[in-house]
């Protein structure tokens, strides 16, 4: 048996990637069904790291898709292909965030759909904008640009944000209970002002979420924020700006960082969204190399996963 920062692993290890979150885990024989005991360490190790890598698993998008069903009920992609979205991919349950188009010819970074993915780029935490957010992503490698040419994700750790904030911040958080409200259009205007000049976040729903929570899984206190945060409910607009611009920047200093390089296809990432955030780096690969990603998203099932939202189905992003 070995062990690493304290929990006690049987069946794998895990390599830590940064002093406070993120993992790399070895062991786990993705070629047959992953055992109860196994998948156990496995969620032991998520709740404690918030982002693990899994290096050469080999999975196929069945398989990706059988490993995410473990994590709890998966999001798809329905309401948009029926909404008139092209979709590349086998199985709604896969969203595709590569840069290939669906006759599979590169994205052009100008286009529409470029320009709206340049929101990716940003810090954020998966569907936060829509009435119930995620809970577990797994993105999955398929095609990779060559090495040096960029395509590494970024993640934060929002729950050490929260713990090394002043005292006094801390309380005055605590005590106003804050709610943020997400926006899709917002974060894709923050990135893309042009290609989105014409769109007004208020003219759309957003999701409502806690400012501050506290992080079921691991009952640490969890900072909630992400770019999609389009104002702080409840204080003027210049100060929900001044407040989210201190607590956004304090939680993606360079210390609370790490970047997570993407080595060969069957590479896996999963990430907590409920205790991390994450972002795109990108890289001059854009307009010459294919990266081939697929994403699971497993809706959050916490107490807090539909935040101060009607239970509805509605999705942010419809054409």
């Not at 969620?43 to 898709?65: C, M, P, S």
């Not at 989210?244 to 970047?259: G, I, K, P, Y």
């Not at 896996?268 to 969204?273: I, R, S």
């Amino acid at each position: 048996m070995t062990a690493t920062a304290g929990i006690p692993f049987s069946h794998i290890s895990a390599k830590p990637l940064h002093p406070t979150f993120g993992a790399e885990i070895n062991g786990v024989d993705f070629s047959s069904p992953i055992s109860e005991q196994v998948f156990a360490e496995i969620y032991q190790a998520i709740t404690k790291y918030g982002v693990l890598v899994f290096r050469n698993t080999g999975l196929t998008d069945e398989g990706h898709i059988a490993f995410s069903r473990k994590f709890g009920e998966l999001d798809d992609v329905t309401p948009y292909i029926s909404a008139g979205r092209k979709h590349r991919l086998k199985y709604p349950e896969l969203f595709d965030v590569s840069n290939v188009e669906a006759d599979g010819s590169i994205l052009d970074p100008a286009s529409p759909r470029g320009q709206a993915n340049k929101g990716n780029d940003l810090f954020h935490v998966d569907s936060s904008f829509n009435p119930r957010r995620a809970g577990y992503s797994l993105l999955l490698a398929h095609e990779l640009p060559p090495n040096g040419m960029g395509g590494h994700t970024a993640f934060a750790d929002t729950r050490s944000a929260f713990n090394d904030l002043s005292l006094e911040l801390k309380q005055r958080l605590l005590d106003n209970d804050y709610v943020a409200c997400h926006s899709m259009h917002h974060s894709r205007k923050l990135a893309a002002p042009e290609a989105f000049a014409g769109v007004n976040p208020l003219d759309y729903p957003m999701g409502r979420h806690k400012l501050v929570q506290r992080h079921e899984a691991s009952g640490r206190m969890n900072l909630y924020v992400a770019a999609h945060v389009h104002h702080i409910e409840g204080i003027s607009p210049e100060e929900s700006r001044a407040l989210f611009t201190q607590l956004f920047e304090h939680a993606t200093r360079d210390s609370n960082t790490v970047e997570i390089e993407w080595q060969a296809p069957g590479d896996l990432v999963v990430w907590d969204n409920t205790c991390t955030m994450h972002r795109a780096v990108g890289g001059p690969f854009l307009r010459s190399y294919k990266r081939d990603m697929r994403r699971t998203t497993v809706h959050d099932s916490s107490p807090t996963a539909w935040g101060l939202n009607e239970h509805t189905s509605v999705r942010q992003g419809l054409p």
